[in-house]
């Protein structure tokens, strides 16, 4: 099997440079989570500007809830 080699971003070449020497594995554990954290909270953030911007309340969340949107497949 043939596996595709994709170049590595600008992140991910910092990263390979910063880890270059040993990292404790608690160490490593806490890094994971911190960049967990970071991630979430981005996220969190985007939905809020959506909420925000698109004047969404709990009345749209279950519309949402109760809505059937899967794609209808003929049998």
Sequence with gaps: ????????SEPQ?????MFARPV???D????????????A?????EANKIWDNEGWDN??????????LRTPYKK
């Design 28 to 39: 490593w554990q806490n890094i994971k989570v911190i960049i967990t954290q970071y991630f």
């Design 59 to 68: 009345a749209k969340i279950q519309e949402l809830l109760s809505s059937h």
């Design 1 to 8: 099997m043939t596996k595709i080699q994709a170049p590595l």
């Design 41 to 45: 909270e981005k996220a969190i953030e």
């Design 13 to 17: 070449l910092e990263l390979l440079q």
């Design 24 to 26: 404790d594995v608690a």
